[in-house]
């Protein structure tokens, strides 16, 4: 669902003050848990919505309500523009179509998707010349099979999400592409060529943390 979607759940019923107060607060209750459904978060409990209340307690709980819902559209617009920057970063290449599943294994660990998509950039032009063994190994792990034993990635998911764990456990202070000494040869060779591929591609700096809910 879309936030143009969560916006008609709250608007057909037409104007706010020709809706009594409990339909308002059930219809908002309803969108918010839509929204922490599509974004993977808990539903907050809504408690006993139904039970009579005095009007000031109503329009309270109706201002809270409403506080969620705008914070949970606001984590899934995040969420969604960096989607949609992947999208126009990847376009063209093999790694088209799976923004969707590098933006969630990229957050799942902490790590920026625009970083992993750099790395990829840098040691395979973005999956074109990836491990012929490994095709979803667009990372140069373990230098193509000659170096220590990587997993078959049967799809990007699984070599995305293998990528956030693998980045996360051996450089866990690393904060910038140039602080991953030992990923390459030449550290800080591949560290420039990694944060160009971050600032060519998708417009972002060269931090490696992801940033946004």
Known sequence: MTLATLSIILCTAGPASATPLPERIAKTVTATWKCQ??????????????????????????????????????TLSGRQAVVRLLHRGLAGTPMSGSEADLEAAARQYGVSPFFIAAIAGTESSFGAASC???????????????????????????AYLFMGRFLTDRWPSAT???HFYGYAACSSCWGEKTAYHMQARFGVGSSVRYASG
């Open 176 to 178: 910038t592409t140039h």
């Open 37 to 74: 459904d599509q974004v993977g978060h808990k539903r907050t409990k809504a408690g006993k919505l139904w039970k009579p209340h005095s009007v000031a307690y109503r329009k309270w709980q109706l201002g809270l309500w409403e506080k969620r819902l705008k914070a949970c559209q606001k």
């Open 132 to 158: 012929r063994g490994n095709p979803y190994n667009a990372f140069g792990l373990a230098s193509c099979g000659s170096s220590w034993r990587v997993p078959y990635f049967p799809t990007w998911r699984s």
